[in-house]
């Protein structure tokens, strides 16, 4: 089995940004690592329907800021805010400290790896079929922008009786060698049982 590394990691300092602005001590570090962890799986399964793109927490001593990229903010809002006191509610249950949340609207949501993949999860849920919905999603990348795109759905893909293997569409230029390249890259589960 290989070792596969997340380009975005590789990434980090050149391209891309860290997805948490905060600083600790020893004694407190793993314990905000592990909060910040929760943190981003709750809203990932909560925010799914919403086109969630990616969450970036930063820590004060009292307060977590975080900013919530989606695809549809009006969803996370909710009527009169509701939506949005509702996850106020949740995050409470996972941490102690004072909450801010701002969300922010995602303007291509075409050219976004996380929203992509979930959007395609949903549609191999539905039973969608899945070598049709890899070259949609490819082909709305391209005409949103994208230089290149990749898409790789693994698993027993034609139906639970069936032998499982890997499925692949890609289409334009993926430059995987070269940092400067501004890589995406998602991964996600379908819940087909």
């Known amino acids: 089995m290989s070792r596969k ?14 997805a948490s602005m905060w600083f600790a001590d020893d004694a407190v570090y793993a314990k905000n690592l592990l909060e910040d ?4 799986k ?5 925010l799914r329907f919403a086109g969630f793109d990616s969450a970036r927490i930063e820590r004060s001593l009292q307060k977590i800021t975080i900013n919530i990229k989606v695809s549809k903010p009006g969803i996370v809002i909710g009527r009169k805010g509701a939506g949005l006191a509702q996850i106020r509610l949740d995050l409470a249950k996972i941490t102690k400290s004072d909450i801010d949340l701002q969300v922010e609207e995602v303007k291509k949501p075409d ?8 959007n395609l999860a949903i549609q191999i849920e539905k039973r ?9 999603a490819v082909k709305k990348a391209l005409e949103a922008g ?6 790789q759905v693994s698993g027993t893909i034609q139906g639970p ?22 890589i995406d890259y998602a991964k996600t589960t379908s819940f087909t049982r």
Request: aromatic share 4%; charged share 30%.
């Open 5 to 18: 590394v997340d380009p975005r990691s590789l990434r980090v300092g050149v391209t891309k940004d860290w």
């Open 37 to 40: 962890d929760k943190i981003r």
């Open 42 to 46: 709750y809203l990932k399964k909560a």
């Open 111 to 118: 050219l976004s790896a996380a929203i992509l993949a979930e």
């Open 128 to 136: 969608v079929h899945v070598k049709r919905a890899m070259n949609m």
């Open 146 to 151: 994208a230089k290149g795109v990749r898409v």
């Open 161 to 182: 009786n069936s032998i499982a293997n890997i499925e692949e569409s890609k289409d334009g230029s993926i430059p995987t060698q070269t940092f400067r390249a501004d």
